[in-house]
């Protein structure tokens, strides 16, 4: 249910002057997306009528040691070469206003730029749901890590089978409490990065706020004044080995372990948070405004062993 108080009250005084200004956002945090955006991990390309992910799934099975100087080679043609394909999922966001909202709202009785404000809160209800999608399994053909990363570290993923294919599989451990989080860390870390000194180790984790309080609750105290009138405790940024750890709103207990080689938030470079034409409509005898945001985009993944999860 909505406030009670109208957006057009909200919006505008009757006869006041006001410096126009944003609302105060009440509902939005993106904090996966900026991590994304940060490490690179969203990819801006063409595409075509899908998204495609070329893997090298396997060592040359001819490779052998020889027996002999003259012996002889396998001639099978070498098979090493596979694709993931993935469909492409698409957001859209309506912002609607009438004329009379534009007659209400004229420079003088402002308090906020309405028209502004409209604008904000759709590319701002864009970002907050594919935030709540990346935590996800699918919606509506959007993939999220549910998906990529399960907690068995099996199932089908980009038309191939994790059940059959091992080469596919998600890496992950589970974890009680305080006592043994950072034991399953070590080991899901371990996993991805496959060996001392990997140029794929885990560079970024996201879960929610109290799981990432747990974890940081155990570790050392570190405690420094910052002058002689204040102590400041804790960590403002807190990481696991090689892996910055955000926490989100929409996240949960599962702790995802991911990299931005492997994981990858795909954006059509043409058609990402696009927004539409301003447009004058006449629907039911009301007139009025309207234009849309547009994506088209998926998370994929073009190795699953090196993606994991630590959960309960």
């Given at each position: 249910?909505a406030p009670s108080v109208s957006q057009i009250v909200?919006?505008?005084?009757?006869?006041?002057?006001?410096?126009?200004?944003?609302?105060?956002?009440?509902?939005?945090?993106?904090?996966?997306?900026?991590?994304?955006?940060?490490?690179?991990?969203?990819?801006?390309?063409?595409?075509?009528?899908?998204?495609?992910?070329?893997?090298?799934?396997?060592?040359?099975?001819?490779?052998?040691?020889?027996?002999?100087?003259?012996?002889?080679?396998?001639?099978?043609?070498?098979?090493?070469?596979?694709?993931?394909?993935?469909?492409?999922?698409?957001?859209?966001?309506?912002?609607?206003?009438?004329?009379?909202?534009?007659?209400?709202?004229?420079?003088?009785?402002?308090?906020?730029?309405?028209?502004?404000?409209?604008?904000?809160?759709?590319?701002?209800?864009?970002?907050?749901?594919?935030?709540?999608?990346?935590?996800?399994?699918?919606?509506?053909?959007?993939?999220?890590?549910?998906?990529?990363?399960?907690?068995?570290?099996?199932?089908?993923?980009?038309?191939?089978?994790?059940?059959?294919?091992?080469?596919?599989?998600?890496?992950?451990s589970t974890y009680v409490d305080d006592t043994d989080?950072?034991?399953?860390?070590?080991?899901?870390?371990?996993?991805?990065?496959?060996?001392?000194?990997?140029?794929?180790?885990?560079?970024?984790?996201?879960?929610?706020?109290?799981?990432?309080?747990?974890?940081?609750?155990?570790?050392?105290?570190?405690?420094?004044?910052?002058?002689?009138?204040?102590?400041?405790?804790?960590?403002?940024?807190?990481?696991?080995?090689?892996?910055?750890?955000?926490?989100?709103?929409?996240?949960?207990?599962?702790?995802?372990?991911?990299?931005?080689?492997?994981?990858?938030?795909?954006?059509?470079?043409?058609?990402?948070?696009?927004?539409?034409?301003?447009?004058?409509?006449?629907?039911?005898?009301?007139?009025?405004?309207?234009?849309?945001?547009?994506?088209?985009?998926?998370?994929?993944?073009?190795?699953?062993?090196?993606?994991?999860?630590?959960?309960?």
């Amino acid at each position: 249910m909505a406030p009670s108080v109208s957006q057009i009250v909200a919006s505008s005084y009757n006869a006041v002057l006001a410096v126009a200004r944003k609302a105060e956002n009440q509902w939005a945090e993106a904090a996966a997306l900026r991590e994304l955006e940060r490490q690179g991990m969203v990819v801006r390309k063409a595409f075509g009528a899908q998204l495609e992910a070329p893997l090298d799934y396997q060592r040359n099975p001819g490779a052998t040691f020889l027996s002999s100087s003259l012996q002889q080679l396998s001639a099978a043609e070498t098979e090493v070469v596979t694709d993931a394909v993935y469909d492409i999922a698409q957001i859209g966001v309506p912002v609607t206003w009438t004329k009379l909202t534009e007659v209400q709202n004229s420079s003088e009785n402002q308090k906020i730029a309405l028209s502004k404000q409209l604008m904000t809160n759709g590319f701002d209800s864009h970002d907050d749901l594919v935030e709540a999608a990346f935590f996800a399994t699918s919606t509506s053909g959007f993939l999220g890590l549910l998906t990529h990363i399960p907690d068995s570290g099996q199932s089908s993923d980009g038309g191939i089978d994790s059940t059959s294919e091992t080469m596919w599989r998600s890496q992950n451990s589970t974890y009680v409490d305080d006592t043994d989080i950072e034991a399953a860390f070590t080991s899901v870390w371990n996993a991805c990065a496959k060996g001392s000194g990997s140029a794929l180790q885990p560079t970024a984790m996201f879960s929610d706020a109290a799981t990432q309080s747990l974890f940081e609750g155990t570790q050392q105290a570190m405690q420094r004044y910052v002058d002689s009138q204040d102590l400041k405790a804790g960590f403002k940024t807190i990481a696991f080995k090689t892996a910055r750890y955000v926490y989100s709103k929409n996240g949960g207990t599962r702790v995802y372990f991911t990299n931005p080689k492997n994981l990858q938030l795909v954006v059509s470079s043409g058609m990402y948070r696009d927004k539409g034409e301003t447009q004058e409509l006449v629907q039911q005898g009301q007139a009025g405004y309207r234009f849309n945001i547009y994506s088209a985009l998926q998370l994929l993944t073009n190795n699953r062993s090196r993606l994991g999860v630590a959960h309960v």
